[in-house]
């Protein structure tokens, strides 16, 4: 079961934590005094010392054992974490720098046409979504270094994964070779996200109006909804849940709605068709 999020500080006492940030997704750490400390984790192929790359590759904060920093770090991080999915708690028995080079090792995967790429593990919407599609063998393989990670779900719950103690964390093979069905997964996972920018770029007013922990689950019962309709492409979902942001989600009962939407799923007409029509309708 989810925690609630105003227990992270007792979840975490008395236990050695380290903070995995994401800077891609929240510039304002990479110069935040808590963050004086960090280690980046360790990419191949990517030199220590390019400043490009520590821009956008995650990095460890080791909790400190002093209480005030220790609090005036967690408060930070919760924040981060809420406002942007950016920060989540690891607890390991390694030290810092070496759960870095274990990490990095994890961030290195190979797409299913050989093409590399960069596991955002330290974005936790990504998280969850790459822990399902693990089979039991490499979800052992992959979480070795960590005993617990906690993250906040899209409903702001924080949340858990516990780790086998007795894994070994030197068995995972760099790069992972994700197979298509994976591959698959968790780009599906993410196309909510990329609707979700869609909307704060063209209608962030609108989005405002949804509750933060509520917009992840609107927008994919949005996206259920349009594909019924026809719509596939994420522009496309970003239009229709722009409709259902101005006149509520179940816009397309309404029998105007069903007569046009009916032409777009036959492809007599596009959604910005029906749009224009209905608004021709209602002047």
């Not at 005094?33 to 220590?48: F, N, P, S, W, Y």
Request: aromatic share 6%.
């Amino acid at each position: 079961m989810p925690i609630q999020h105003t227990s992270l500080s007792a979840a975490l006492e008395g236990l050695r934590v380290c903070a995995l940030i994401d800077p891609a997704l929240c510039p304002d750490a990479l110069s935040h005094r808590t963050t004086r400390d960090a280690r980046a984790l360790e990419v191949q192929g990517v030199g220590a010392t390019d400043e490009a790359a520590k821009t956008v590759l995650p990095f460890l904060v080791a909790l400190s054992d002093d209480a005030k920093d220790r609090q005036r770090q967690l408060s930070a991080f919760e924040t981060w974490a809420l406002e942007s999915h950016s920060v989540s708690w690891l607890v390991a028995s390694a030290p810092a720098d070496a759960l870095a080079s274990l990490l990095g090792q994890r961030l290195d995967v190979m797409l299913s046409d050989e093409q590399p790429a960069l596991l955002r593990i330290s974005d936790t919407r990504i998280l969850p979504a790459v822990h399902s599609v693990l089979t039991d063998v490499e979800r052992a393989q992959f979480l070795a270094p960590v005993h617990q990670w906690w993250y906040f779900d899209r409903q702001e719950k924080l949340q858990r994964i516990t780790c086998e103690p007795e894994s070994d964390a030197g068995v995972w093979k760099t790069p992972w070779r994700l197979a298509p069905a994976q591959e698959s997964a968790l780009l599906l996972a993410a196309e909510p996200d990329t609707v979700l920018a869609l909307l704060r770029e063209q209608a962030a007013q609108k989005l405002q109006e949804v509750p933060r922990a509520q917009r992840h689950s609107f927008v994919s019962e949005q996206m259920h909804n349009a594909r019924e309709w026809g719509l596939e492409s994420a522009e496309q979902h970003a239009l229709y849940c722009m409709i259902a942001l101005s006149l509520g989600a179940g816009f397309s009962e309404q029998p105007a709605w069903r007569l046009e939407l009916a032409k777009v799923r036959d492809k007599t007409i596009t959604l910005t068709q029906a749009i224009e029509t209905i608004e021709q309708g209602m002047t």
